[in-house]
Structures are given as C-alpha cells and as structure tokens.
T-cell receptor
Framework: DVKVTQSSRYLVKRTGEKVFLECVQD?????MFWYRQDPGLGLRLIYF???????EKGDIPEGYSVSREKKERFSLILESASTNQTSMYLC????????????FGAGSRLTVL | RKEVEQDPGPFNVPEGATVAFNCTYS??????FFWYRQDCRKEPKLLMS???SGNEDGRFTAQLNRASQYISLLIRDSKLSDSATYLC?????????????FGGGTRVLVKP
C-alpha cells in the first residue's frame, strides 16, 4: 500500500513564525498535493506538484509556498504564519496521468496563536 | 456557485435502514467521479469510483446522472461503522494535474 507520511501531527506556532510541513510518499508517485480542511469549507487545494521542481497553484495559494526537490517529498511552507492559517493540513499523492486515487497522509493540525 | 456541492447533513439513520444522498457538480466537462469516506479525525480514503452505468460495492451503490450533473451514494442495511463523512470528489479537465475538487462532505450518523 502507498504510504503518505506527514512528519508532524500537531503543531502550535506563533503569528509571524515560519512553518514547514513535510510530506513523504513511498510509491514513486508523480503527483503530490497539499490541501487544508476547515469545518464548513471542506478540502481546499493549496498547491500541487506533478513532477520534481514543478508546482502549480491551487485554489487558495496565498500565504503559502511549496518545495519539491525530490520526487518523494513535498513541503508546504508558511512564510509568516497568521491565525487564519490555523487548520488541518492534508498531504496527498497520486500516480501517473491515468491514476485517479488520492492517498492521503494522516494530516497535520496547525494552530497559530 | 460551488463547483461541487453536498448536503452537509447530518443524516441520522437507524441501524439497518437505507440512506441515500446526492452531490451536484457545476462543470459539465467533468470526467471522473468518486466517493471518499472520512472518519472523525482521520484522513479521507477512497470508498468507490462512480461509473457511468452505476456501480455497486457490497451495500454501497453509486450512480452518475450526467444530464442533471449529480452523483449519488446509497447505503443499504446501514451499520454503526458506516457513520462517517462522505466526500464527493470530481475530476475536471485541466492542464497538468487534472485537479480533483472535493465537496464539503455529507455527514452520516447511524444509530442503534
């Protein structure tokens, strides 16, 4: 089974801090995604990457950046965390162009004080 | 209008009963459709894909109505363990990545 691992399950940060959320998948998937999930708003796509060093903005990229230096690792960066970025962050990966199934990590719950 | 819309529920279902709910999508060019299940405080997991002719997986039946732009999920003989949030997912036609868009989820509570 594909495994998607998010390094931190719970984080508490202060406003203005730089935050790194790491995600690693072990099945050589091309596509990786970062979502945030908020009550009443569902899952919203922040950024995705379809190859090493490639990235595309999702629906809500403002305040975030990403890095994909290696195929298995996709990092989400909050340059200056704000309280409205308190959320559950979910990383997912998916195989090649013919694949449809997203496999999610367990999520990282970030609280910004 | 949201791209993918679901009734948030909750649908309170007696154990053993049947429950059905829909998901509407706005882009008529959408290509693929899925139901994901998310348990409380857990990550979403694929429940089933939705095929044009409709498909069944045990007690779960999924259907697609392209003319009216909705998909449905029906759960027969509900079990307590079916309590979860069911997320409708639509795959559009877009450049690299073929973005998957999630609905807000429908919460189902199965009660004894």
């Amino acid at each position: 089974d594909v495994k998607v691992t998010q390094s931190s399950r719970y984080l508490v940060k202060r406003t203005g801090e730089k935050v790194f959320l790491e995600c690693v998948q072990d099945m050589d998937h091309e596509n990786m995604f970062w979502y945030r999930q908020d009550p009443g708003l569902g899952l919203r796509l922040i950024y995705f990457s379809y190859d090493v060093k490639m990235k595309e903005k999702g629906d809500i990229p403002e305040g975030y950046s990403v890095s994909r230096e290696k195929k298995e690792r996709f990092s989400l960066i909050l340059e200056s965390a704000s309280t409205n970025q308190t959320s559950m962050y979910l990383c997912a990966s998916r195989g090649g162009s013919g694949a449809n199934v997203l496999t999610f990590g367990a999520g990282s719950r970030l609280t910004v004080l | 209008r949201k791209e993918v819309e679901q009734d948030p529920g909750p649908f309170n279902v007696p154990e053993g009963a049947t429950v059905a709910f829909n998901c509407t999508y706005s882009n008529s060019a959408s290509q693929s459709f899925f139901w994901y299940r998310q348990d409380c405080r857990k990550e979403p997991k694929l429940l089933m894909s939705v095929y044009s002719s409709g498909n069944e997986d045990g007690r779960f039946t999924a259907q697609l109505n392209r003319a009216s732009q909705y998909i449905s999920l029906l759960i027969r003989d509900s079990k307590l363990s079916d309590s979860a949030t069911y997320l409708c997912v639509v795959r559009g036609v877009k450049a690299a990545g073929n973005k998957l868009t999630f609905g807000g989820g429908t919460r189902v509570l199965v009660k004894p």
